[in-house]
């Protein structure tokens, strides 16, 4: 073999490692460059943690290559379009709705209402609460199966609640606008202290008339007031005791009251009359001057007609133009204007 073969064998030789070199060479650096692009991350989904090698751009490319999908409602700890990074930690909440039905109670509430016909400070029970029921509508959330909130979204009663009605004892008889009827007797060994005899005309004796101090005046100013007017008013039956009343009393009158059902036990009521009638009572004395006059002005004394026209069947006796009950001008012009009695004021009849 010549020496120019030799050098060629040689040549060849070192340009054969030469390339095989380069291209050692490159394939390194690929495998490199490749290693330094793969990121390590974790994927927590429906309890499961999941390790994972990726060179994906972003959250939603890794996701997909894990195969993993999700809801418009799931919460995603970072967005799908975010940029993944190496040792990244992505969360993924399970997000689920429903809709659950639940049979409550309905509280019943406590309401208390005056009642004239009970004594001052006592309570009673007029009707026991009842507890209602009710189907309400939840519309629940849900994060990986744990509720989280619960919103109401609807209501249907099924048993309405009824109220527990307390009644509360306003009756009084020292006060002023005490109501006492057949439904609300005054006790037999009742009698108003400081009784007085009004400075006014009378039919009777001065025993007859007499009243409380305070609506004595009030009749005094209220027979000046009739006087002025022209009209001149009689005083004929004021303060009654209890055996007294028992003593008069006519069951069948329409008029008379029981004995602990008359006003005239108050010492604030007067029957009042003309001197035409003198001390019969008569309806026809309504139709009079003086009557229609006490009618139109008897309020602004602090005085009401107390057995009204029509009202019979709330008050319990026959319409009495003559009997007047003093109650104070403040309740008086109102019972007036409204043309209610005393029994409708206080709701109870």
């Known amino acids: 073999m010549n020496s120019g073969s030799v050098d060629l064998k040689k040549k060849l030789k070192k340009k054969y490692i030469y ?13 490199a460059i490749r290693s330094l692009s793969i990121k390590k991350v974790t994927v927590v989904v429906d309890g499961k943690e999941i390790i994972h090698k990726t060179n994906k751009d972003t959250i ?32 993924i909440t399970r997000v689920t709705f429903k809709d659950e039905v639940v049979e409550e109670n309905i509280n019943f509430e406590e309401k208390k209402v005056k009642d004239y016909k009970i004594p001052l400070g006592e309570n009673r029970i007029l009707s026991e609460g009842e507890v209602g029921k009710k189907n309400s509508t939840y519309k629940v959330t849900y994060e990986n199966g744990v509720e989280v909130k619960r919103e109401l979204i609807n209501e249907e009663v099924i048993d309405e609640a009824s109220d527990k009605v307390i009644a509360e004892g306003i009756f009084e008889p020292t006060s002023l606008t005490v109501c006492v009827n057949k439904s609300r007797n005054l006790s037999s060994d009742y009698e108003p202290g400081n009784l007085v005899v009004p400075n006014v005309r009378s039919i009777v004796s001065s025993s007859r008339i007499m009243m409380v101090p305070e609506a004595a005046t009030a009749l005094e100013d209220l027979f000046l007031g009739a ?3 022209g009209v001149y008013l009689y005083a004929v039956s004021g ?16 008029y008379s009251a029981p004995p602990g059902a008359s006003e005239h036990q108050l010492g604030l009521a007067m029957d009042v009359n003309s001197s035409y009638y003198g001390s019969s009572l008569t309806t026809e004395f309504g139709y009079s001057t003086e009557g229609q006059w006490v009618k139109a002005n008897a309020h602004k004394y602090g005085f009401i007609v107390r057995y009204l026209d029509g009202k019979e069947d709330i008050t319990g006796y026959y319409y009495e133009p003559w009997h007047i009950r003093y109650v104070g001008v403040d309740l008086a012009t109102e019972l007036y204007n409204s043309g209610l009695t005393l029994e409708e004021y206080y709701g109870e009849y």
């Open 239 to 254: 303060y009654r005791s209890y055996d007294y009343q028992a003593s008069i009393y006519n069951p069948y009158s329409g």
């Open 227 to 229: 006087e002025n007017d």
């Open 60 to 91: 939603g490319e890794v996701l997909n290559e894990l195969g993993i999908t999700y809801g418009e409602n799931d919460k995603l700890s970072k967005s799908s379009s975010e940029s993944i990074n190496d040792k990244d930690n992505i969360v």
């Open 19 to 31: 390339i095989i070199t380069v291209c050692t060479v490159m394939i390194i650096a690929v495998l």
